[in-house]
């Protein structure tokens, strides 16, 4: 098993570029997680997917879309990127609500000049 | 949601016992405390989680009183490859996960 993958691992945008960031994981989950980690801070939610077909707001969902694209992918989109959100974002995926621990993918590092 | 309180860093020296102390006041009846690890450039790594009194595993022991208003991993032997942050979360009955900027532990030879 792969775990959480995300792609790409680093990407530079210019100021009102749009992306996506891709992430998938294979076992079997059914909630996933985009967080937003900035330099020497702790993670921030952005968006999460409670289940297939389901998404809503985190702590810091403004520039921000996500659709959950089937149990296995999560894809975060930024319309049109501003230098405020450069970051790492890290995807996850834990198997069901309630107390059970989440997989984090490797990171997205995004620049935005 | 329960918010947490836990030291902005600490040193260690290789092979000594680590002890980081989380407080969460306002924890939840159905709450659980979760400590994740994080290396710089990688996702947070789940390391252990509880409930009450105390929980071991091969990595950690975690250590939770009885009022359950905080919390105490503890790194056995620590080496130089655990120097991370470390991050305790308690787990709110819904999905929006809190991390804090958790403990950075630098362990030196």
């Known amino acids: 098993n792969a775990g959480v993958t995300q792609t790409p691992k680093f990407q530079v945008l210019k100021t009102g570029q749009s992306m996506t960031l891709q992430c998938a994981q294979d076992?079997?989950?059914?909630?996933m997680y985009w967080y937003r980690q900035d330099p020497g801070m702790g993670l921030r939610l952005i968006y999460y997917?409670?289940?297939?077909?389901?998404?809503d707001k985190g702590e810091v969902p403004n520039g921000y879309n996500v659709s959950r694209l089937n149990k296995r992918e999560f894809s975060l989109r930024l319309e049109s990127a501003a230098p405020s959100q450069t970051s790492v974002y890290f995807c996850?995926?834990?198997?069901?609500?309630?107390?059970?621990?989440?997989?984090f993918g490797p990171g997205t590092r995004l620049l935005v000049l | 949601l329960a918010k947490t309180t836990q030291p902005i860093s600490m040193d260690s020296y290789e092979g000594q016992e680590v002890n980081i102390t989380c407080s969460h006041n306002?924890?939840?009846?159905?709450?659980?405390i979760t400590w994740y690890q994080q290396f710089p450039s990688q996702g947070p790594r789940f390391i252990i989680q509880?409930?009450?009194t105390k929980v071991t595993n091969e990595v950690a022991s975690l250590f939770i009183p009885a009022d359950r208003k905080s919390s105490t991993l503890s790194l056995p032997r620590v080496s130089l490859s655990d120097t991370a942050v470390y991050y305790c979360?308690?787990?709110?009955?819904?999905?929006?996960?809190?991390f804090g900027a958790g403990t950075r532990l630098f362990v030196k030879a």
């Open positions: 979360l308690v787990n709110p009955a819904g999905f929006k996960t809190i």
């Open positions: 306002n924890i939840a009846t159905n709450d659980y």
């Open positions: 996850a995926s834990h198997r069901a609500f309630g107390q059970e621990t989440q997989y």
């Open positions: 997917s409670a289940s297939e077909g389901t998404t």
């Open positions: 076992m079997n989950h059914n909630s």
């Open positions: 509880g409930y009450k």
